[in-house]
């Protein structure tokens, strides 16, 4: 490491950041490998000093990407702050800030991505993270003055969480590295999740996030690879964990990320799918569910049938549960807006597809809904066609063995993101 540099004021400081990267003979190895550690040493000595909000490390960050030197050796410096990382004694904010670029280099271009992983990335990331948790558990007991300390981490995890977060989200992430993935490491997301606005906790999103990536990921990797699905062992297990149940309703309803929408679908049809865990909402948590998929499925434009018979196959589960027979919740709009998907409305704006048809079709073969007056439910088809079975959870003395001896419907498709065109129904708005 380079020697401590002492600034009388942040001016200077700011132009010594400004002019550190330049050089005339950038191509040298050597000399890129001492400004890269010189200009990370330096600004992670002056966080809290002249660096002070996200602001001015967003504002070196984008110093240190665009240099010449960092564009000449990219792939060595991404591998570089990533052996930084795997430091156990080295200082939180040269940490942070490593993190911070790795994540804004990767938010700038997501082929970087790629690279982040090829050099161990989500082996690194783990290896943080769950060293922050632990510390971050150790420190919820401890009443001392660790307020700063804690504070710290949090914004590291916060950042890698983002970044693992994104690797999940467009990479394949291997059985190798999931296997990674310990009960702790779920377990203390799944404990620390709160109810709070996510404009004013980062980290608690962040985790959820993560969370949902990680499921995917696992869900992705069963298809051919026995391996336990840790996320939704875990939802089995430890059905306490109410304020998980509470964040997939909360973010489900404020979300527009079509991506994450899909993400929260894909748990959600595993809880309702197993018998384990269908039962884990509320009656009125079940109501909430019900109104949001309405208005989504009101929402969506011709081009989104993906995402809307996404939102079809969830829906088929959430309305099997026995307490809408009684109640007969939003009967009328669910049975005018699926009879339209079903191709079964005098108006047609617009074409429904067969697989659309058909989703909406066993989503209204549902007794309670099927039900009428003249008993007409005899024609509805049959709610087994087009299923598929969901993965079972493996390889575990507490795997759930006890699937819905029910045909469940098709898992939610492979995500892909889309556009949004909002109609001009009435329909219940989204929470802020």
Same mark, same amino acid.
């Given at each position: 490491?380079?020697?401590? =540099? ?11 950041? /400004? ?51 960092? /564009? ?38 997501? #082929? ?109 990797? #069963? ?24 964040? =997939? ?46 208005? /989504? ?80 439910? #005899? ?8 299923? =598929? ?14 699937? #819905? ?28």
């Amino acid at each position: 490491m380079e020697t401590d =540099l002492i600034f009388p004021n942040g001016d200077e400081f700011w132009k010594y950041i /400004e002019n550190t990267l330049s050089c005339e003979n950038f191509d040298d190895y050597h000399i890129a490998n001492r400004k890269l550690v010189t200009f990370i040493k330096t600004v992670a000595d002056h966080v809290q000093i002249y660096i002070t909000n996200d602001q001015d490390i967003y504002r070196c960050g984008v110093y240190l990407i665009n240099s010449p030197i960092y /564009e000449a050796h990219r792939i060595f410096c991404i591998s570089k702050m990533l052996s930084f990382l795997n430091i156990d004694l080295l200082d939180q904010n040269f940490k942070l800030f490593v993190s911070y670029v790795l994540l804004l280099d990767c938010k700038n271009d997501a #082929s970087i991505l790629q690279v982040v992983q090829d050099y161990q990335g989500f082996h690194v990331l783990y290896k943080n993270l769950h060293q922050n948790f632990e510390n971050l558990a150790i420190f919820s007991n401890d009443e001392g003055g660790e307020r700063q300390t804690i504070a710290v981490i949090k914004k590291i995890c916060t950042v890698q969480l983002d970044l693992m977060f994104q690797m999940c989200k467009y990479l394949s992430i291997s059985v190798e590295e999931l296997s990674l993935i310990d009960t702790f490491f779920v377990n203390y997301i799944f404990e620390s999740l709160v109810i709070i606005d996510a404009d004013e906790d980062v980290f608690n999103f962040a985790k959820f996030k993560v969370i949902l990536s990680i499921n995917e990921q696992f869900m992705i990797v #069963s298809r051919e690879n026995k391996i336990e699905n840790k996320v939704f062992q875990t939802i089995a297990t430890h059905t306490t964990f109410r304020n998980f149940s509470e964040c =997939l309703l909360v973010y489900f309803n404020r979300e527009e990320d079509r991506c994450l929408q899909i993400m929260i679908s894909k748990v959600l049809y595993l809880i309702f799918t197993n018998k384990t865990t269908s039962e884990l909402f509320y009656h009125n948590d079940l109501n909430v569910l019900v109104d949001v998929l309405l208005r /989504e499925l009101t929402d969506l434009s011709e081009e989104e049938e993906s995402i809307r018979n996404t939102f079809l196959r969830v829906l088929y589960p959430i309305l099997k549960c026995s307490q809408f027979e009684n109640t007969l919740y939003k009967k009328d709009k669910l049975k005018s807006l699926l009879g339209y998907f079903a191709g079964q409305s005098e108006s047609k704006f617009w074409h429904q597809t067969e697989t659309t048809k058909r989703l909406a079709l066993r989503c209204l073969s549902i007794k309670w809904l099927a039900l009428e007056d003249d008993d007409s439910a #005899s024609n509805s088809p049959s709610p087994t066609k087009d299923t =598929l079975t969901v993965p079972e959870v493996n390889n575990s003395s507490t795997s759930i063995n006890s699937i #819905s001896k029910r045909q469940p419907p098709p898992a939610p498709l492979p995500r892909k993101c889309f556009g949004r065109n909002n109609s001009n129904q009435h329909i219940p708005q989204r929470t802020r």
